[in-house]
């Protein structure tokens, strides 16, 4: 193509022809524009991006070049950064990348925490990181920034509205003050840095890029590869073995099921393994196996013909693990864009989708039903259900427990290694230069960081590592945000080959038998947090799952809502009214006098919602909550059919009042317990969204529910 001259043959001849989202990102992407592109799964979105990308860049480069010394031409500099939300999505990226950039003589490495060290007295002109180790790499080979050009965000979802999405912004505004100081020292001919954000799953596409670099063009593709559901019962493993049965008449031969815990993909590995039609071929993939393990387990399902692999969100992303037939769903996620992404890994050479979604409870049951739903009308006219599922409900613009995190990262990328907090406090705002925090809450900040010993006073008003940051820097945990609750997890140990299989979150005692890559290992020697281990036979009838703790986020309310109209919650009649059944009784001692029962009101909103609207019902009307769901309010003696009226400031001080309540319910990031509670406090109403919480309760009428 006359438009790629370089790139067409190595990134985009496979396709015969342009896809529609490749064609579409072309013009844009070659004027140096930013973009966002949001189109399906296996839609050629990662060459849409790179293909005019790399174009340009190599264009420019054939300019430099005619103005550079042979020696110059020689030195290879970093000049593309492909930043992906997990390790195992980098090492697939690699592989589908290799021979495209060898071609194009573009030289491409992987850094992240499962890869050995680069060698960077030869950097690659092509990276592919996570958010985690470009952290690392801005505080300690900032030089080595001083010429990207362009930067890939690929699966923006998984960042949007995170702490590591927090993070990640203020991590590009940090390249871009290195591509600006390269400029004016002269290193670097331009401080320019063009974006191209990708996603299968997004609401508004536009708003969300914008958080991370300025005027995005959304070139964004609606429609869903067609999609073959079922909805089963689970029962046990007899109901899975069923299923397994029909495979052959079905031409399923590769099966990747998702479940919410390690423990359940475990146990499930343990039971199926040596039956049909799998046999051996029963695999298992989380985040608690060791990255050799995890490689293993992702080669070996890719190049076997026929098995089965059991996954927790470790496989949820593009990574290519070659047709899986058949995606088999044990339990629903909790929310729809996850949902999307484990269909998205089925039959991706396919125009169809086969899904098979097994639940245990009605809940999980209906739960199910509203996410197939929602995909179905995921397009056209009826896409707007969709569309509020994958919408975000939380208040926060931006947390500052990130700001903790990001403060002793730069610390370390500084030459003295001193911080000086007024320079450090511009990183911290929006591409488009809005302050992303106001400076009281810096400065409380700063000042908490102190008191506690994260930093010490230096020079005038500069700051150095104090006893706290070392203590981060040594634990290696300076440049995540992720929850880290297996920090100290023992690390397992084979007997026979001494490689490392995982990690367990306590150390289990000697003669302890527990499942780990779906096999059962039995402890015969401990040192420490380290267990050595041996297989333990297979009969092994107390062989259980470690119990690894899952974070489980409460149900959005647009879910729960949905959820509700589902299970067939009584509904509101109007938007302006709450429905509520009351249910009397007269006491046996007076029966003509005195009145008592209860009243169940239907707010359907969600856990966190509801706990509000509980406690403003009792401070208003007087009555005592005994229940309190993400569906309903349980009151002891019966509410009047009244208006509900509560006014911002009152709402806000009760959410400031009771905040340490809420705290738990929101993703605060991991260094949130480091805020001065001032902030903390803040960050906590600022997450509970008190405008929304009005919008759907204050004004509305309690209208008392016929049941039919």
């Known amino acids: 193509m006359e438009r790629l001259p370089h790139t067409f043959d190595a990134l985009l001849a496979r396709f015969g022809r342009l896809t529609e989202i490749q064609a579409r990102a072309l013009a844009p992407l070659l004027e140096g524009r930013n973009c966002v592109l949001a189109a399906a799964t296996a839609s050629g979105k990662t060459e849409a991006a790179l293909a005019p990308m790399l174009e340009r860049d190599l264009q420019q480069r054939l300019k430099e070049n005619s103005r550079r010394s042979v020696q ?13 939300p997990t390790r195992a999505l980098s090492r697939d990226m690699a592989r589908r ?76 505004n940090r390249l871009r003050r290195i591509r600006a100081f390269a400029r004016a020292r002269g290193d670097a001919a331009t401080d320019e840095v063009q974006f191209c954000a990708l996603s299968a799953t997004m609401h508004d596409p536009a708003s969300v890029a914008a958080r991370y670099f300025i005027n995005p063009v959304s070139i964004q593709l609606e429609g869903q590869r067609a999609l073959d559901a079922e909805l089963l019962p689970l029962t046990g493993a007899q109901s899975l073995r069923q299923l397994f049965a029909t495979l052959q008449r079905r031409g399923c031969k590769k099966v990747l099921a998702f479940c919410q815990r390690r423990a359940e993909c475990e146990e499930w590995a343990y039971l199926l393994r040596g039956g049909l039609p799998f046999g051996d071929e029963v695999l298992v993939h989380h985040a608690s196996l060791s990255a050799r393990a995890r490689h293993a387990v992702e080669e070996k399902f890719a190049r076997t013909g026929a098995a089965l692999c059991f996954a927790t969100a470790t496989l949820e992303l593009g990574i290519d693990i070659g047709d899986v037939d058949l995606i088999l769903l044990v339990g629903p996620p909790d929310n729809f864009s996850s949902f999307l992404q484990r269909l998205g890994r089925g039959n991706r050479r396919t125009a169809r989708t086969s899904v098979a979604c097994f639940y245990r409870t009605p809940t999980e049951q209906a739960l199910f039903r509203v996410f197939l739903r929602a995909v179905r009308n995921s397009s056209g006219a009826n896409r707007t259900s969709a569309s509020a599922l994958l919408r975000s409900d939380s208040g926060l613009a931006f947390r500052p427990s990130v700001v903790v995190q990001q403060l002793c990262s730069y610390l370390k990328q500084t030459r003295n290694g001193e911080l000086e907090p007024e320079h450090a406090y511009q990183l911290f705002t929006s591409p488009q230069g809005e302050p992303l925090l106001d400076e ?32 981060l820097y040594e634990e290696r945990a300076l440049y995540s945000n992720l929850a880290d609750s297996g920090r100290e997890a023992a690390v397992v140990f084979d007997d ?40 333990a036979p297979d009969n092994a009838a107390e062989t259980r799952a470690p119990r690894w703790r899952t974070l489980w986020h409460s149900l959005s309310p647009a879910l729960t809502q949905a959820l509700a109209k589902e299970l067939g919650f009584p509904f509101a009649e109007s938007a302006t009214e709450l429905p509520m059944i009351i249910e009397q009784r007269e006491s046996a001692d007076e029966p003509a006098t005195e009145v008592e029962g209860r009243t169940l009101l239907f707010h359907c909103a969600g856990e966190v919602y509801g706990k509000l609207l509980g406690e403003l019902l009792e401070m208003k009307q007087g009555v005592r909550v005994v229940e309190c769901n993400e569906f309903l309010i349980e009151t002891v003696g019966c509410l009047p059919e009244t208006t509900l009226l509560f006014t911002e400031e009152e709402t806000l001080a009760l959410v400031g009042r009771r905040w340490r309540s809420f705290e738990r319910a929101f993703t605060l990031g991991r260094f949130h317990t480091q805020l001065p509670p001032v902030v903390r406090r803040q960050s906590v109403v600022s997450a509970f969204n008190v405008p929304d919480f009005l919008r759907r309760f204050a004004g509305r009428k309690l209208a008392r529910h016929t049941v039919k």
Request: hydrophobic residues 40%; proline residues 7%.
């Open 496 to 535: 026979i080959t001494g490689r490392r299989v995982g990690y367990l979150e306590s150390v289990a005692p000697t003669g302890t038998t527990f499942l780990l890559g779906g096999q059962a290992r039995r402890v015969v020697w401990t040192q420490g947090r380290r267990l050595l281990v041996h297989a």
């Open 97 to 172: 990348l290799e021979q495209p950039l060898k071609k194009l003589a573009i030289s491409m490495a992987v850094k992240t925490g499962d890869e050995p060290a680069l060698n960077w007295s030869r950097p690659p002109e092509f990276l592919i990181t996570t958010p985690e180790s470009l952290d690392s790499l801005l505080a300690n080979r900032p030089r080595l920034l001083c010429d990207v050009r362009a930067v890939v965000l690929d699966e923006l979802h998984l960042y949007n509205d995170t702490p590591r999405g927090d993070q990640l912004r203020i991590l590009l």
């Open 440 to 471: 009281q809450q810096y400065a409380q900040i700063v000042d908490h960081l102190i008191d506690t010993k994260f930093f010490l006073p230096a020079r005038g008003s500069a700051l150095r590592p104090g006893p706290q940051w070392h203590k």
């Open 72 to 84: 110059q031409r020689k030195t290879t500099r970093l000049r593309v950064l492909y930043v992906v």
